[in-house]
């Protein structure tokens, strides 16, 4: 249930940490700091280190394919409809990202 669990998060992160970069321009021309960016820019006072989020969505990229891999062979055994429904499930995870990035 946890791997279940972390393929949702990490889709979720994905999405935002897209959704941040993508919309950076119209957030800065509306003052917003409601995004990641802004945000770690005023924290560190460094627009490269808050670029840098390009590099966790790498990182997160691979922890969500890592964690397909691992439910994929943790219920290798399992019956066909589960096997799936797991597929289905992370098929769609990967769909969101995708589509959300193509969206924009």
């Known amino acids: 249930m946890y791997l279940y ?3 949702g ?10 959704n941040d970069l993508l919309s ?3 957030e800065l021309a509306q003052d917003s700091i409601d995004s990641l960016i802004p945000l770690m820019y005023l924290h560190t ?3 490269q280190a808050a670029v840098e989020v390009t590099s966790f969505l790498h990182s997160e990229i691979q922890c969500f394919d890592y ?3 691992l439910i994929f062979s943790r219920y290798k055994f399992a019956d066909e409809e589960s096997q799936n429904q797991l ?3 992370v098929t769609g ?5 995708t589509g959300n990035l193509i969206w924009r």
């Open 9 to 18: 998060r990490g889709s979720l992160n994905l999405l935002n940490r897209v």
């Open 24 to 26: 950076i321009k119209n």
């Open 45 to 47: 006072g460094n627009i």
């Open 5 to 7: 669990l972390a393929i």
């Open 87 to 89: 597929r289905n499930y």
């Open 67 to 69: 964690t397909a891999q």
């Open 93 to 97: 995870c990967r769909q969101y990202c």
